[in-house]
């Protein structure tokens, strides 16, 4: 079982940035693939980006060069951080934890980008 606790979400100017922390407990983290997730409104769930246990990342196109994920394994956190943030990337962030069968989420936390 792992537990998923995002942080750092809030209300941003366009051209801003913000850094979202996902702090899991429970199991091994160091061998879980980890990914952010967001869901803006009326929109499916869409996959922002991912870090393998091997630090391994891949991007949606709609945030390559602007969003960086990474992992501290010694400290069991995930990061996105995210500049020049657009209107477009109004959303819930979802943290999500994958390994074999096993698919964990978070609670997701809110980030609006506006004027």
């Known amino acids: 079982q792992v537990q998923l606790v995002e942080s750092g979400g809030g209300l941003v100017q366009p051209g801003g940035s913000l850094r979202l922390s996902c702090a899991a407990s429970g199991s091994i983290f160091r061998l879980y693939e980890m990914g952010w997730y967001r869901q803006g409104p009326g929109k499916q769930r869409e996959l922002v980006a991912g870090?393998?246990?091997?630090?391994?990342?891949n991007y949606a196109d709609s945030v390559k060069g602007r969003f960086t994920i990474s992992r501290d394994n010694a400290k069991n956190t995930v990061y996105l951080q995210m500049n020049s943030l657009k209107p477009e990337d109004t959303a819930v962030y979802y943290c999500?934890?994958?390994?074999?069968?096993?698919?964990?989420w978070g609670q997701g936390t809110q980030v609006t980008v506006s004027s």
């Open positions: 999500s934890a994958k390994r074999d069968t096993q698919n964990y």
């Open positions: 870090i393998t246990s091997g630090h391994s990342t």
